[in-house]
């Protein structure tokens, strides 16, 4: 089981970190800055500003499989009931979500909540536990809410609907706090497109950002950088950061294989590196040569796929993990994506492609917060695309497309054979383009709360299967739906379910669990600071730590817990380094006017 006795050659440092997303970047950040040697493996490359694909033929190749040649940013994943995107490259998440940080409800810390097939679902935080931990990582990455109040953001139609629909149904709204840059520093005007200062630790991709130009792009990667992702903030400061050591040691394209446990402590990590050579050409990615590295601390923040995937797949070599609760508590954050659209003859325009992807939120209450509330609860947020994807709606609008190419061949035929054809042809192209009803009509909606964490994750062969359905939750999917179709009739637009909601399978963005934090073994995989019970130096910092749903975007909350973590870990590390770490803000931290958020 244990692995061949340390030799002067072999590589070893204090910690190394499995993945570069929110849980992997905070902790990185954390134990660099207090001197520890840090090695970070990211199985993805980087992505400076400007390099995220735009192009269908870069699109195409926008996928990770390198079996197949693609090292691309989209990870996507099917299981029986729902499918799941996920990021490959260096910032994890950050790169494709939408900037949203909110902080879990302190009344949806639940104790001890039943689940249908047995057992409980049970928070051992709470939300004072993690209010210091939320500020600082609020502070890092610059939370700042939408500035609807400035000249050039207040004519932002989808904000402004939601915020009037919510009003007539009753229902709390807000403007949630962004990891976006609006404005160029602290305390300086928002505007479009102006240079962002970097922060004092610098940016280790050394290019310039500028702040958000509104052209909702954030869900494929920003090119100007406006996004506060963790490459521009917490990567960027650990690989800056270390009194002892030279900053965190950030290594792309290292893909990591297997975990083991060394006699007398730490482990041996082995990882293979995608070269960039292979790129666009097939793979035999098992026999790519393996590579190895040994450290105190292992710190896994590969994602809740990834690193559920990988203690199942190496329980033989870390004996002491907790099997029988390894793979449970699998939840979508109650992830439901669904549509308005125009109703025929609307003059109504929600322009889902100006802004970031989500600009607002509204807040539906859970039965644990007011006693006449029957249900769980959830949030619903606008959502947002690029600008090209206008193109896309329009152009899938076969019957109304087909209509005005036939009717604009017909006039220029007409006019040939009447010999008076008309030189300016202005008024037939904007005819033939059509008015854009549908396009600048039609909003995604977002839909994500407390569904039920009865999903499991186990292995099948050598691939991850997740056992999760609808069913247990549709109580729950019913009352987002009513709520998303009361929206649609506040806004006079028509309500259209997600196709894949024909089969009740849904796509999730937030996938959580799989080695929950408990009180004890009994509850989970890891104890309440994320340590893994029966394994000393291995904890996990992702979101398969979850013991249940977050409630709101989960990213805010699991890094609060990996900063959390890192501080009892620090505290209790032999020889430590006190040195707090800094709070020096990355951007702007200014918030929208008082009026604009939600109550507390």
Same mark, same amino acid.
């Given at each position: 089981?244990?692995?061949?006795?340390?030799?002067?050659?072999?590589?070893?440092?204090?910690?190394?970190?499995?993945?570069?997303?929110?849980?992997?970047?905070?902790?990185?950040?954390?134990?660099?800055?207090?001197?520890?040697?840090?090695?970070?493996?990211?199985?993805?490359?980087?992505?400076?500003?400007?390099?995220?694909?735009?192009?269908?033929?870069?699109?195409?190749?926008?996928?990770?499989?390198?079996?197949?040649?693609?090292?691309?940013?989209?990870?996507?994943?099917?299981?029986?009931?729902?499918?799941?995107?996920?990021?490959?490259?260096?910032?994890?998440?950050? #790169?494709?979500?939408?900037?949203?940080?909110?902080?879990?409800?302190?009344?949806?810390?639940?104790?001890?909540?039943?689940?249908?097939?047995?057992?409980?679902?049970?928070?051992?935080?709470?939300?004072?536990?993690?209010?210091?931990?939320?500020?600082?990582?609020?502070?890092?990455?610059?939370?700042?809410?939408?500035?609807?109040?400035?000249?050039?953001?207040?004519?932002?139609?989808?904000?402004?609907?939601?915020?009037?629909?919510?009003?007539?149904?009753?229902?709390?709204?807000?403007?949630?706090?962004?990891?976006?840059?609006?404005?160029?520093?602290?305390?300086?005007?928002?505007?479009?497109?102006?240079?962002?200062?970097?922060?004092?630790?610098?940016?280790?991709?050394?290019?310039?950002?500028?702040?958000?130009?509104?052209?909702?792009?954030? %869900?494929?990667?920003?090119?100007?950088?406006?996004?506060?992702?963790?490459?521009?903030?917490?990567?960027?400061?650990?690989?800056?950061?270390?009194?002892?050591?030279?900053?965190?040691?950030?290594?792309?394209?290292?893909?990591?294989?297997?975990?083991?446990?060394?006699?007398?402590?730490?482990?041996?990590?082995?990882?293979?590196?995608?070269?960039?050579?292979?790129?666009?050409?097939?793979?035999?990615?098992?026999?790519?040569? #393996?590579?190895?590295?040994?450290?105190?601390?292992?710190?896994?923040?590969?994602?809740?796929?990834?690193?559920?995937?990988?203690?199942?797949?190496?329980?033989?070599?870390?004996?002491?993990?907790?099997?029988?609760?390894?793979?449970?508590?699998?939840?979508?954050?109650?992830?439901?994506?669904?549509? #308005?659209?125009?109703?025929?003859?609307?003059?109504?325009?929600?322009?889902?492609?100006?802004?970031?992807?989500?600009?607002?939120?509204?807040?539906?209450?859970?039965?644990?917060?007011?006693?006449?509330?029957?249900?769980?609860?959830?949030?619903?947020?606008?959502?947002?695309?690029?600008?090209?994807?206008?193109?896309?709606?329009?152009?899938?609008?076969?019957?109304?497309?087909?209509?005005?190419?036939?009717?604009?061949?017909?006039?220029?035929?007409?006019?040939?054979?009447?010999?008076?054809? %008309?030189?300016?042809?202005?008024?037939?192209?904007?005819?033939?383009?059509?008015?854009?009803?549908?396009?600048?009509?039609?909003?995604?909606?977002?839909?994500?709360?407390?569904?039920?964490?009865?999903?499991?994750?186990?292995?099948?062969?050598?691939?991850?299967?997740?056992?999760?359905?609808?069913?247990?939750?549709?109580?729950?999917?019913?009352?987002?739906?009513?709520?998303?179709?009361?929206?649609?009739?506040?806004? %006079?637009?028509?309500?259209?379910?997600?196709?894949?909601?024909?089969?009740?399978?849904?796509?999730?963005?937030?996938?959580?669990?799989?080695?929950?934090?408990?009180?004890?073994?009994?509850?989970?995989?890891?104890?309440?600071?994320?340590?893994?019970?029966?394994?000393?130096?291995?904890?996990?910092?992702?979101?398969?730590?979850?013991?249940?749903?977050?409630?709101?975007?989960?990213?805010?909350?699991?890094?609060?817990?990996?900063?959390?973590?890192?501080?009892?870990?620090?505290?209790?590390?032999?020889?430590?380094?006190?040195?707090?770490?800094?709070?020096?803000?990355?951007?702007?931290?200014?918030?929208?006017?008082?009026?604009?958020?939600?109550?507390?």
């Amino acid at each position: 089981m244990s692995a061949e006795p340390l030799t002067p050659s072999t590589e070893h440092v204090d910690a190394v970190v499995v993945g570069s997303g929110f849980g992997g970047s905070v902790s990185a950040y954390r134990l660099a800055e207090a001197g520890l040697r840090v090695v970070v493996l990211e199985r993805g490359r980087a992505y400076p500003p400007g390099s995220f694909a735009r192009t269908p033929q870069e699109m195409s190749r926008n996928f990770w499989d390198p079996s197949e040649g693609l090292h691309g940013l989209f990870d996507i994943w099917t299981f029986n009931g729902f499918d799941s995107v996920v990021s490959s490259g260096l910032g994890g998440g950050s #790169l494709i979500y939408a900037n949203v940080l909110l902080r879990k409800e302190e009344r949806w810390f639940v104790r001890r909540e039943s689940l249908p097939g047995g057992g409980y679902e049970t928070w051992p935080v709470t939300r004072d536990d993690l209010e210091p931990h939320y500020e600082a990582v609020e502070r890092m990455l610059g939370a700042t809410r939408y500035p609807l109040h400035a000249p050039a953001y207040a004519d932002t139609r989808k904000t402004l609907a939601m915020r009037l629909a919510a009003k007539n149904l009753g229902l709390e709204w807000e403007l949630p706090p962004l990891a976006v840059s609006f404005s160029a520093g602290p305390e300086e005007p928002p505007g479009l497109g102006l240079p962002i200062k970097d922060a004092e630790y610098g940016n280790l991709h050394g290019l310039p950002r500028r702040t958000c130009r509104l052209i909702g792009e954030c %869900d494929i990667g920003c090119n100007d950088g406006a996004k506060n992702t963790l490459d521009h903030t917490y990567l960027s400061a650990a690989k800056a950061a270390g009194a002892k050591a030279a900053g965190a040691d950030i290594r792309t394209r290292c893909e990591v294989r297997g975990l083991q446990a060394r006699d007398g402590g730490g482990y041996e990590v082995t990882y293979v590196e995608h070269d960039e050579a292979n790129e666009g050409r097939r793979t035999d990615t098992h026999a790519l040569p #393996l590579r190895t590295i040994t450290c105190d601390l292992l710190i896994l923040g590969a994602g809740t796929y990834g690193t559920t995937y990988l203690l199942l797949r190496n329980h033989r070599t870390l004996p002491g993990l907790n099997l029988p609760a390894l793979g449970r508590r699998y939840s979508g954050n109650g992830d439901l994506l669904t549509f #308005l659209l125009p109703k025929k003859g609307s003059g109504s325009a929600l322009e889902a492609s100006r802004g970031p992807v989500i600009t607002s939120s509204m807040f539906v209450p859970d039965r644990l917060d007011r006693p006449d509330v029957m249900g769980r609860g959830f949030y619903v947020q606008d959502g947002g695309y690029p600008g090209f994807v206008d193109w896309l709606a329009e152009s899938a609008d076969v019957t109304r497309t087909v209509f005005r190419a036939g009717e604009f061949a017909m006039r220029a035929l007409m006019a040939r054979l009447f010999g008076t054809p %008309d030189t300016s042809l202005s008024s037939e192209i904007a005819r033939l383009i059509g008015d854009g009803t549908l396009s600048a009509g039609s909003l995604p909606l977002l839909g994500i709360g407390r569904d039920v964490p009865d999903g499991v994750m186990r292995l099948r062969g050598e691939r991850l299967q997740v056992d999760w359905t609808t069913e247990t939750s549709t109580e729950y999917f019913a009352r987002v739906r009513r709520t998303m179709r009361d929206i649609a009739d506040a806004l %006079d637009a028509r309500y259209v379910d997600n196709p894949l909601w024909f089969f009740r399978k849904i796509i999730t963005v937030h996938p959580l669990g799989g080695a929950a934090i408990g009180h004890n073994r009994t509850e989970g995989v890891c104890d309440p600071y994320n340590a893994v019970f029966g394994l000393p130096g291995l904890y996990v910092a992702d979101g398969a730590a979850m013991p249940g749903p977050v409630g709101p975007n989960p990213s805010l909350t699991i890094a609060a817990l990996a900063d959390r973590m890192c501080t009892r870990l620090l505290e209790n590390r032999p020889h430590r380094n006190r040195r707090r770490a800094r709070t020096t803000t990355a951007t702007p931290t200014s918030s929208g006017p008082a009026e604009e958020g939600r109550p507390s």
